[in-house]
């Protein structure tokens, strides 16, 4: 039994070796979650009032888009854009929506866009879609984030 104990306290003095690991610094830690978030997609997409009721985030999601596209469109469907361009009959609108929750409208065009006043049809945008709901900002990681996103929008011209 005596011989057998200098083996066993040396084997556990040999083994600590395999128990101490090394911690990784705060730095390397940062740098391993940050490579590990999707950064191209939110937690929450943005949403609205009256979409908060629905628990499930692709049909609240959709829920969003087209409460927006209807706005838009219920708000431009008063406008000139129908008179002043007849073959006009959607607009691709950038929107943006700042953490602080307020919103930009940029309409999008060809490259090579020729046939319409940009800067007429920009305009109106930005006067008609004023005193729009407020939308709540998307989430990422429990922080209000800046979201983009191109919409298309529909021009309905009443006959």
């Known amino acids: 039994m005596k011989k057998i104990i200098p083996y066993i306290f040396l084997i556990s003095v040999v083994s600590c070796q395999y128990f101490e690991k090394e911690v990784p610094s705060e730095q390397e830690l940062m740098e391993k979650q940050m490579k590990e ?70 309409p999008q065009f060809p490259k090579d866009t020729v046939a319409y006043d940009t800067i007429k049809i920009d305009s109106i945008l930005r006067v008609k879609l004023v005193d729009f709901p407020k939308v709540n900002p998307a989430i990422k990681r429990g922080i209000p ?6 919409l298309p929008v529909i021009i309905k011209t009443e006959k």
Not at 73 to 82: A, E, F, G, W
Not at 145 to 150: A, E, G, L, R, S
Request: aromatic share 10%; charged share 25%; net charge negative.
């Open 37 to 106: 978030i999707n950064w191209k997609e939110v937690d929450e997409y943005p949403s609205v009032a009256d979409c908060e009721a629905i628990s499930d985030e692709t049909l609240r999601k959709q829920c969003f888009f087209e409460f927006l596209a209807s706005t838009i469109q219920q708000k431009l469907s008063v406008d000139t854009l129908s008179v002043l361009y007849p073959e006009l009959d959607t607009i691709e609108v950038r929107v943006t929506i700042n953490p602080d929750a307020s919103m930009q409208f940029e």
């Open 145 to 150: 984030v800046k979201t983009q996103f191109v």
